[in-house]
């Protein structure tokens, strides 16, 4: 990745971290974009001082003039953009309607599910519009989002982030067609049950249970979506375009 420059958005924890982390490493110079700027800012910084490059932008991707200002000071700072990684995302759980007792005592809020598709959805759909024009002028690009293996099956309690996810995996097959001719490839990766504070905050019954049909017997780890992540933007995926890479132990295939 030497000479390549990186944008990470979600990049301040989990899976993001990990994934600006092993970035930096393999040589590129990485952007760290998210709305929690202390954990980006101690972030560049460690990763600065360990002789890698890496500064933080405080970007919210649900808001549009916010990506698109970014995007420009990143320009001027550095040049170029040669990887988008779509990380950031967040879940508000909660089924279409509850049912108790043969009562219903709840539902999934409009707020819920506009938070949820305005950032793991819209957002991606953001960053890619934003940084688009200069791959396709310098005819050279990767961009990889982060979609889900509930994107793919469905889940339980999760109709707003399925919805977003299943949709980026629809737009990734999209802008891999309309992209491709500017050497610009476009894929996702659906991550299974990975630990991090996303899913700490699960129920331990439900964390169990992932980790019960999940045929290599554990958890994924942040580095291990930051691996695949790494892949895809390397020269060697270059033939890679419109993929879905699951990284998730065989949870998908089931025990
Ligand atoms: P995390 O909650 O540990 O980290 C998410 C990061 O995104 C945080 O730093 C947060 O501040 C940032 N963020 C949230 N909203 C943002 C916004 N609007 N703008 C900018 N930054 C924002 O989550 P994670 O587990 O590392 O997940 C990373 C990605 O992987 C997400 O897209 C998630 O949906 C996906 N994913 C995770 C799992 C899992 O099991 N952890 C499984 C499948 C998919």
Redesign the pocket.
Known sequence: MNGRVAII?????????ATAQAFARAGAAVAI????QE??TVLAETITAAGGQALFQR????DAAAVDAAVAALLERWGRIDVLIN?????RDAQLVKVKDGQIVARLSDADFDTVIA??LK?VFTCARAVAPQMIARRWGRIIN?????GLYGNFGQTN?VAA?AGVIGMTRVWARELGRYGITVNAV??????????QSMPPKVLEAMIARTPVGRA?Q?ED?AAAYLFLASEQAGFINGAVLSVDGGLVIGT
Request: glycine residues 20%; hydrophobic residues 45%.
């Open positions: 958005t979600g990049g301040a924890n989990g899976i993001g971290r974009w998210d709305r929690h954990a980006g970007v919210d991707v649900a990380n950031a995302g967040i879940i950032v793991n957002g982060a979609a889900s293996v509930v982030y996810k659906a991550p299974g049950f990975i630990a991090t504070d996303m899913t994924g942040p979506v």
